[in-house]
C-alpha cells in the first residue's frame, strides 16, 4: 500500500483528542505570555490554540502541511516596557532638556543632559520592538518573556541612571558658575594662576633671591623694561591715564604702543585715592581709559584684573559704579590688603567675593596698621608672624588665585623685602614661607 494512502487514516486517529476542546490551551498561553494572565491577549492566544484545533480535527492535511516552529505575528505587544520604568524615563528627560534649555550658556549641562535623553531613546527602542512581537507555535518552548523582562531592566537603570546625570550636570553647572559667568574672556583656573605658583612680588630687585619659588611678579608698568627672570611670569599694568606725572604719563604710551596680548593686565592702580602712588581718577574717567586700551585687550585675549582700590574693602561701590560704565567686564577682582590682622585680611576677601564673585588677585599686601590712618608695622616679630600667617590663609583660600608682597613705597625701613643688594629679614621670611608650598 502507499504511503500516502495511509495519511487520512493516521490524521483521523489523530484527531480523535483534538475534536473536544484542547484541555491543556490556558496553560500554553500563559506560558507564552506570563505577563499578560488573565488580559484579552490571553484569551485570544487561548481562542487561538482552539481554533488550530478545531482545524486540526477538520483539516487534518493542511495543518500537517505546516512546517514545525512557525512564527505567527499577531496583535498587541509581546515586550511591553514597564510602565514606571518608561515614565521615569520620560520624566528624567524632561528636567535635563529644561536645564540646558534654561543655560545654554553652560556646556557641562548641554552636554550631561544627553545621558537623560538616551535613556528615553531606550525605552522608545523597547516599545519599538514591542510593535514587532512574535507568537511561537505551540510547538516550540518559548523563553520571549525572558528577553522582555532583560530589556525592561536595562530601560529601568538607564531611566535610574538619568536623574544622577543631571544631577551632576547641576553640580558641574554650579561648580563653574563663578569662573564661567563672570569672565567675558573665558577664564579658567588653569589660566589664573601664573605657573601654577600664588605667590609673587612686586619690583624686581628681589627676583634672582627668589628664584623659581614664586609664579609671577610685576613692576606697575607695561612691560619688563630690562629687568627678567627666567622661569618667572611677568604681568603687565596699566597704571593710569597719564596724568599724575610723567612716570605715569610715559607708562600709558608705552601701554599704547604694546604690539602684542599679554596673558593678563593689572588695572589701575587705586584710582580711588588722590594720594601720592595713587591713580587719581573718577569713575567715569577710569571707564574712559578702561574701555579705551583695556577692553580691546581683552576682546583679544586678555585676562583684566580690576582697578585696585586703596580703600579696601570701604570702597562704597566705587567698581559697582565702573562696572556700569565699561563695555567689557574685568575677568579677575584685584585687591589690595593692607592690615595687621588676618581677621581684618579675611574681611577684606570676604567683602570682594560676596560684592563681586570673582576669582581674586591680592596684588598687593603688605603689614598695616589702618585702623586710625595708614601705619606700617615697624616690629620684626609682628611683621615675621603676619607674613607666615597671610602665605598659609592664602595658599589655603580657593578664592585667592595669586598673590604678591607689595614693596612700594611708604612702608617704612622694616617691611620692604630688599635693601643694599640682598634679602631682608622679612625678605627671607616671605622666601621661606612661600617654599613650603612652591
Known sequence: ?????????????????????????????????????????VDRMIQAIKRRDALAAEQPRALAERPKGLRMKKRGSSCQANPAASSAASSAAAPAASAASSDASSAAVANNAVAPSAAASSAAAVQDNSQQGQLHSVDEKPNHH??????????????????????????AAASSSASSSSSSSGA???????????????????LSAMGTHIGWWYNWAPTEEGTSANGVDFVSMLWGNGHVDSTDASRLAEFEALTTTPQWIIGPEEPDCSTTGSADMSVSDTATLWNAQMAPKGAAGSLLLSPSMCKQADENGWLKQFQGQISRDFD??????????????????DY???????????????????????TP???????????NDIVALFESDSRVYAYAYSNGEGLGDVWPMWSNGALTQSGQTYLSAVSQYH
Not at 10 to 35: D, F, K, W, Y
Request: net charge negative; hydrophobic share 40%.
Open 352 to 374: 570682594y567675593w560676596n560684592t563681586y564673585g570673582k576669582p581674586m588677585w591680592v596684588s598687593e599686601f603688605a603689614c598695616v596698621d589702618d585702623s586710625n590712618g595708614f
Open 377 to 387: 608695622c615697624t616690629d620684626q616679630g609682628e611683621i615675621n608672624s603676619f607674613i
Open 146 to 171: 525572558d528577553e522582555c523582562a532583560d530589556e525592561i531592566q536595562s530601560s529601568a537603570a538607564a531611566a535610574s541612571a538619568a536623574p544622577s546625570a543631571t544631577s551632576s550636570a547641576a553640580a
Open 188 to 206: 579658567n583656573s588653569g589660566s589664573l594662576t601664573p605657573l601654577g605658583k600664588k605667590a609673587g612680588l612686586t619690583a624686581g630687585d628681589a
Open 332 to 349: 579677575i577682582t584685584n585687591l589690595h590688603i593692607n592690615k595687621n590682622s588676618m581677621a581684618g585680611v579675611k574681611t577684606d576677601l
Open 1 to 41: 500500500m502507499q504511503l500516502f494512502a495511509l495519511l487520512p487514516v493516521l490524521a483521523l486517529i489523530g484527531s480523535v483528542a483534538a475534536v473536544t476542546e484542547h484541555p491543556h490551551a490556558e496553560r500554553l498561553a500563559r506560558q507564552i505570555n506570563p505577563r499578560r494572565h488573565h488580559s484579552r491577549q
